[in-house]
Nanobody
Framework: QVQLVESGGGLVQAGGSLRLSCAAS????????MGWYRQAPGKQRELVAF???????NYVDSVKGRFTISRDSAKNTAYLQMNSLKPDDTAVYYC??????????????WGQGTQVTVSS
């Protein structure tokens, strides 16, 4: 089994910064991709940022230039550096990972979520 453990959420004023971490552990053969989604109250879950093995990244337009996703492959950990935060960024942020647990066994996993609240 694989577990994703997130940390780093909290309350911050508009314009401030937070750094989220997501550590993957368990039966991991290879991490194919890791990323972050978020869900605000009354809204659908949306992709925030994703990083594929090899370095390719993808961001939702609303966070481009403010958020940066990175990975420490040796630690199977992904980070989301969030700068210039806005009240609209308030949401529960979920880590997502696409992981090979064997040579040909590939599964998708979710973290438990971490709350980010940005006050105006």
């Amino acid at each position: 089994q694989v577990q994703l453990v997130e940390s780093g959420g909290g309350l911050v004023q508009a314009g401030g910064s937070l750094r989220l971490s997501c550590a993957a552990s368990g039966r991991i053969f290879r991490v194919n991709a890791m990323g972050w989604y978020r869900q605000a109250p009354g809204k659908q879950r949306e992709l925030v940022a994703f990083r594929i093995n090899g370095g390719s990244t993808n961001y939702v337009d609303s966070v481009k230039g403010r958020f940066t996703i990175s990975r420490d492959s040796a630690k199977n950990t992904a980070y989301l550096q969030m700068n210039s935060l806005k009240p609209d960024d308030t949401a529960v942020y979920y880590c997502n990972a696409d992981i090979y647990t064997g040579l040909s066994v590939r599964q998708n996993y979710w973290g438990q979520g971490t709350q980010v609240t940005v006050s105006s």
